[in-house]
């Protein structure tokens, strides 16, 4: 089960940094990642992170402004989002997967357990 929380309301330039917390005891297992949803948009990807955190994957569109991280002892990924703009709002989810991380891995699909969004609403 994942528990995605940190979202809000920021002003365009600001920062937030959202949560993902797992339940169970082989968080490790898994090749986490965050996806967004903008109303009447797709589902897209965002960034990914490999098991141990030695490899991560970026969308362009976020490149530079977001760093995903886990904390394996604490069973929780994160996404530190800087420099927000107003088209990075969204509902923003974080997912899980036993596939090994690869840069082809960015779509929904590739990714077998999901939490229940939190909401990312940035002002201009």
């Known amino acids: 089960q994942l528990q995605a929380s940190g979202g809000g309301l920021v002003q365009a330039g600001g920062s937030l940094r959202l949560s993902c917390a797992a339940s169970?005891?082989?968080?490790?297992?898994?090749?986490m990642g965050w996806f967004r949803q903008a109303p009447g948009k797709e589902r897209e990807f965002v960034a990914a992170?490999?098991?141990?955190?030695?490899?991560?994957y970026y969308a362009d569109s976020v490149k530079g402004r977001f760093t995903i991280s886990r904390d394996n002892a604490k069973n929780t990924v994160y996404l530190q989002m800087n420099s927000l703009k107003p088209e990075d709002t969204a509902l923003y989810y974080c997912?899980?997967?036993?596939?090994?991380?690869?840069?082809?891995?960015?779509?929904?699909?590739?990714?077998?357990?999901w939490g229940q969004g939190t909401q990312v609403t940035v002002s201009s």
């Open positions: 992170i490999s098991y141990y955190g030695a490899s991560t």
């Open positions: 169970g005891r082989t968080f490790d297992s898994y090749t």
């Open positions: 997912a899980a997967t036993t596939r090994r991380l690869t840069a082809e891995r960015r779509t929904p699909k590739d990714y077998d357990y």
